[in-house]
């Protein structure tokens, strides 16, 4: 059985949304990271995945997104104590607020950085900058075809 997880790549001014995870998490502490968590069992729903983005930007950097998120890509991985991971990236526009550590627990630093920053920053691991790749060619294809 999976541990369901999605993460938000949000983009503005030609940077990405990335946070730095707080030393404390299990998971990757210390890395750079979309900003994301896992789904809580709901029952029977619907937007679950969705609902759960929403929730997890409010909660840990304290934004509102649009409705609206477009899927980029899934993954899964092992956690160190051998449970399963599937992991669901949506690309999301921030509806209101600003970004910021709210959820200290989890986040230590909020970054907007380039895609290069990204791929060059020494705490960026290879799934983040995968994500980004992914994200980077559905903005360009969006971007062509409101031409």
């Known amino acids: 059985m999976f541990i369901i997880n999605v ?7 030609g940077k990405w949304l990335i ?8 998971h990757a502490g210390g890395l750079l990271s979309l900003v994301g968590g896992t789904v ?23 934004v509102t997104i649009k409705d609206k998120v477009e899927y980029v890509r899934n993954t899964t991985f092992m956690l160190g104590d ?9 690309l999301a526009e921030i509806e209101s607020g600003e970004p910021f550590a709210k959820s200290t627990e989890e986040v230590e ?20 900058k995968e994500s980004i790749q992914e994200a980077e060619v559905i903005k360009r ?4 075809t409101n031409l």
């Open 7 to 13: 993460e938000g790549a949000l983009f503005r001014d």
């Open 82 to 90: 051998g449970k399963e991971v599937m992991d669901f990236v949506f």
């Open 141 to 144: 294809s969006k971007k062509a």
């Open 109 to 128: 630093e909020v970054l907007w950085l380039t895609a290069d920053e990204i791929y060059a920053h020494p705490r960026s691991p290879i799934w983040l």
């Open 40 to 62: 809580e069992n709901e029952g029977n729903t619907k937007d679950l995945l969705e609902r759960t983005l929403k929730r997890e930007l409010y909660e840990e950097v304290g």
């Open 19 to 26: 946070i730095e995870r707080s030393t404390k998490e299990e």
